[in-house]
């Protein structure tokens, strides 16, 4: 039989025991707790910033839609009152006909009404806010059609034209606004071009979409214009409107796309438009 004394060594030892285990149960139930609260921290942290994020989005929306309300109200303003103003400019030109002097100033008067009605198109492109007229039409027709448009400009700058666009290439899209967002895209590589040079198109279809390029062999984007091409109103040329991005990021948004912009390493800028498989299918 064992003695008291072994009886309460063994006692002491099993408490010291379990009273070891307790203490590593409660160590490990303490880190595995700091851990989830590090964890959930994290995800705490990662959602306000997704909300601020929102909330930064919402807020720039919410002063383009004004911006565009108040635009929208003065190009249509400002249109109603070219028309008069250009009728009697017309007639003005009729009885001055005798006196080239006058017709000098009125040619110019006239140049600048012409640019104040582009500035006018453009605000009313950039401002309306339609949804696509969804339908099926061959990509290569549309970029010919635009270069044709061009014709007499590229020669006059003497740029060469390199399409590469398969011949069977459709899309699903609104194509008038497509139309509009490679026309700028369009001009705005031939304004970068004004010695001359050559524009690329570019169409291939991966799986994300369609990808359209349009590239030049221009300058490149100024620094301040690749951080901020796209915002309306930015603008680097003297007599720039700011708005022809704006409008192609628009309509890329609203077919659900997005639109990229990038030097090219071998000079000239790229502007790339994705028209997601998604939004087609969407459409379909
Ligand atoms: P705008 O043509 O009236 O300036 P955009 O919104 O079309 O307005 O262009 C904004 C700016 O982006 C331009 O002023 C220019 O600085 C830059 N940019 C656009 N396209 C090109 C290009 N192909 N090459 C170099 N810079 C460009």
């Known amino acids: 039989m064992p003695d008291k004394t072994t009886i309460a060594e063994t006692t002491t030892l099993r408490d010291d025991c379990d009273l070891e285990t307790v203490l590593a149960a409660w160590h490990a139930a303490t880190v595995q707790l700091e851990q989830t609260h590090e964890a959930l921290r994290e995800e705490v942290r990662h959602l306000t910033d997704e909300l601020e994020q929102k909330n930064r989005e919402l807020a720039r929306k919410n002063r383009l839609a004004d911006l565009g309300r108040m635009a929208s ?12 103003v250009t009728l009697y400019m017309s007639l003005l030109r009729r009885r001055l006909s005798e006196d080239p002097g006058s017709l000098g100033t009125l040619d110019k008067i006239e140049s600048g009404l012409t640019a104040l009605d582009a500035t006018v198109h453009d605000l009313l492109h950039f401002t309306s806010d339609r949804d696509p007229r969804w339908q099926s039409f061959s990509l290569g027709r549309l970029v010919e059609e635009i270069v044709e448009s061009l014709a007499p400009q590229l020669s006059a700058q003497s740029i060469e034209t390199v399409l590469d666009v398969p011949a069977d290439q459709t899309v699903r899209a609104d194509r008038d606004m497509l139309r509009r967002a490679l026309l700028n895209l369009t001009l705005n590589a031939l304004d970068a071009m004004p010695d001359g040079g050559t524009l690329s198109v570019t169409v291939a279809s991966t799986p994300r979409g369609v990808e359209i390029e349009v590239a030049d062999t221009g300058d490149g984007l ?25 409008i192609v990021h628009r309509i890329i948004e609203v077919h659900g796309g997005h639109v990229t912009a990038a030097n090219c390493p071998e000079g000239g800028a790229a502007f790339t438009l994705c028209i997601p498989t998604h939004a087609l299918e969407a459409a379909a």
């Not at 249509?76 to 008069?84: D, G, I, K, W």
């Not at 100024?222 to 704006?246: I, S």
Request: proline share 8%; aromatic share 8%.
């Open 73 to 84: 109200h003065i190009a249509h303003e400002v249109r109603n009152n070219l028309v008069p």
């Open 222 to 246: 100024p620094d301040d214009a690749r951080q901020r091409a796209f915002e309306p109103f930015f603008t680097t040329k003297c007599g720039g409107t700011g708005l022809g991005l704006a």
